[in-house]
């Protein structure tokens, strides 16, 4: 998903709450509002977490409605909603959850998406393109930058 407009965004995030809100109170706690960020791909430290809670808690009850929620992330710029879901996809293809992807998860990735199977030679040229410190092992920030090159926006 691109998230070319902000209705493709809205649509993805009353998903993610409803999906977050594990006691169906309509609301989300602080502990189903960071599963909720953690599981969409997006990254923030704790401080942030606690911060970012209570400024979408407008009216200050401990809990987030989806109006509160909505409203505060549809301010998001599209490129953070972009980034999260290829954060997500990147943890995804980390298998052995090494914090990186190395040839093998690369080969299944490609694999599982497209049905077809890198050779050698396919291989090694993606990890040419990718792996930029040429360590064997593609790292979020490689591909972020991989990313920000064919689309030309920043990642």
């Known amino acids: ?9 809205q649509d993805v995030l009353l998903n993610l709450f409803i999906k977050s809100d594990t006691d169906m109170n309509g609301r ?9 960020l953690m599981k969409g791909g997006y990254t923030y430290s704790e401080a942030q977490l ?5 400024s979408l808690d407008l009216d200050n009850d401990n809990l ?5 929620f909505l409203q505060a992330m549809t301010g998001v ?17 980390d298998v052995n959850q090494t914090g990186d992807i190395d040839k093998d998860e690369l080969k299944q990735v490609f694999s599982d998406v497209t049905g077809r199977e890198l050779d050698e030679d396919e291989l090694a040229a993606a ?29």
Do not use: Q
């Open 64 to 68: 987030i409605s989806l109006d509160e």
């Open 28 to 36: 989300l706690d602080s502990d189903e509002f960071k599963a909720m």
């Open 127 to 155: 990890f040419r393109h990718l792996d930029k410190d040429n360590n064997g092992k593609i790292v979020w920030e490689e591909l972020a930058s991989y990313l920000a090159s064919l689309t030309k926006r920043p990642f």
């Open 1 to 9: 998903m691109s998230f070319e407009s902000i209705e493709e965004v």
């Open 77 to 93: 710029p599209l490129i953070d909603h972009r980034r999260a879901v290829w954060r997500k996809a990147f943890t995804a293809w």
């Open 50 to 54: 606690k911060e970012n809670f209570t």
